[in-house]
């Protein structure tokens, strides 16, 4: 896992300033095999981006797996904001609720949610064949 730190990206006109900062989690392995050079199958990396105000903080493209949520949990807080949002657009695009996210980062904001998005995020990660 690697992370990339900016400096203030957005300007809102105000006083205010947005910066933001990348998290890329380490993919989950396949059990679908090697490769040629005998190395395991894996996904591709999955990079999340958190953009931060002073206080608070949104999140996008959380994990997929409890391991990555864990990983990118930890990452999140000790950025030190309050954990407002979390856009998932990469399961946008797959077709599953934008709202999903693994329950360990929504967990350590208490969000009354998370329980909630997690069980709908294991219905349909089973039924789509997706890592639980």
Do not use: C
Not at 16 to 40: E, I, K, W
Not at 64 to 69: E, G, L, R, V
Not at 79 to 92: F, M, S
């Amino acid at each position: 896992m690697s992370t990339t730190d900016a400096t203030p990206a957005v300007s809102t006109g105000s006083t205010a300033s947005l910066a933001y900062d990348v998290f890329v989690n380490d993919p989950p392995a396949q059990d679908s095999g090697h490769l040629p050079n005998g190395d395991p199958k894996r996904f591709s990396p999955l990079a999340s981006t958190l953009i931060l105000g002073s206080t608070d903080a949104v999140l996008t493209d959380p994990g997929f797996t409890m391991d990555q949520a864990r990983a990118l949990g930890d990452w999140v807080e000790g950025k030190g904001r309050n954990l407002t949002d979390i856009v998932g657009t990469v399961l946008e695009a797959l077709g599953q609720d934008p709202g999903l996210a693994p329950p360990p980062v929504l967990e350590r904001q208490a969000d009354q949610r998370s329980d909630e998005w997690a069980d709908r995020y294991r219905v349909d990660a089973e039924r789509d064949g997706l890592p639980t």
